[in-house]
């Protein structure tokens, strides 16, 4: 198995909900990516996860907060957001200096 | 810090010509680079990769990227594109010498091919 899951494909949430965004790999790998992809941009790094433990944060605002409850899943808490935080969500994972492999994304929409 | 230059946002090219899209990266530790592919409303696909050894790495769908330390660069090509190769690719650098890295991106190249 070397794919990543992402639920759900597409979420529509207002600025005052909370909702969660699932990301799911089971090929071993102890790391765990999230990513923000703007419209005709590239990705951007949001958190790193590396053994359950969150290794990078790229000063990301607090109403988006990850978890990682064991080594296959990676949850992205949000809360309060605003229309502007409205892109594709990618998941990814890694296992050491390998290459990252990358989930299918929830397109998120803030109104 | 590492930087990755995609100096072509658009490429248009006719169906079976060749390509060649261009990545130039900056680093003052050693890389590994890969190519992604991005088709509409999808993530990101891993072309092929650079680690170490031959400079001439073959990946899927018959692509193909030469890396060239000395101009650091890390180009793209295909000899005969096909209407499913129109897609975003991006070119990526990380860190060599460490675990769980994050990637760092170009801007992405449109590949448009022209039946």
């Known amino acids: 198995d070397t794919e990543v899951t992402q639920t759900p494909k597409h979420l529509v949430m207002g600025m005052t909900n909370k909702k969660s965004l699932k990301c799911e790999q089971h090929?071993?790998?102890?790391?765990m990516y999230w990513y923000k992809q703007k419209a005709k941009k590239p990705p951007e790094l949001m958190f790193v996860?590396?053994?359950?433990?969150?290794?990078i944060n790229e000063s990301v605002p607090s109403r988006f907060s990850p978890e990682c409850p064991n080594s296959s899943l990676l949850n992205l808490h949000l809360h309060a957001l605003q229309p502007e935080d409205s892109a594709l969500y990618l998941c990814?994972?890694?296992?050491?200096?390998?290459?990252?492999?990358f989930g299918p994304g929830t397109r998120l929409t803030v109104l | 810090a590492q930087s990755v230059t995609q100096l072509d946002s658009q490429v248009p090219v006719f169906e079976e010509a060749p390509v060649e899209l261009r990545c130039n990266y900056s680093?003052?530790?050693?890389?590994?680079l890969f190519w992604y592919v991005q088709y509409p409303n999808q993530g990101l696909q891993l072309l092929l990769k650079y680690l170490s050894g031959s400079t001439l790495v073959k990946g899927i769908n018959g692509f193909e990227a030469e890396f060239n330390k000395s101009q650091t660069s890390f180009h793209l090509r295909k000899p005969s594109v096909h209407i499913s190769d129109t897609a975003e690719y991006f070119c990526?650098?990380?860190?060599?010498?460490?675990?769980?890295?994050?990637?760092?991106f170009g801007t992405g190249t449109r590949l448009t091919i022209i039946p």
């Open positions: 680093s003052s530790v050693s890389v590994y």
């Open positions: 996860y590396s053994y359950e433990k969150l290794s």
């Open positions: 990526a650098v990380r860190r060599s010498n460490f675990g769980n890295e994050k990637l760092t």
């Open positions: 090929m071993g790998h102890r790391a």
């Open positions: 990814a994972s890694s296992q050491g200096r390998n290459e990252q492999f």
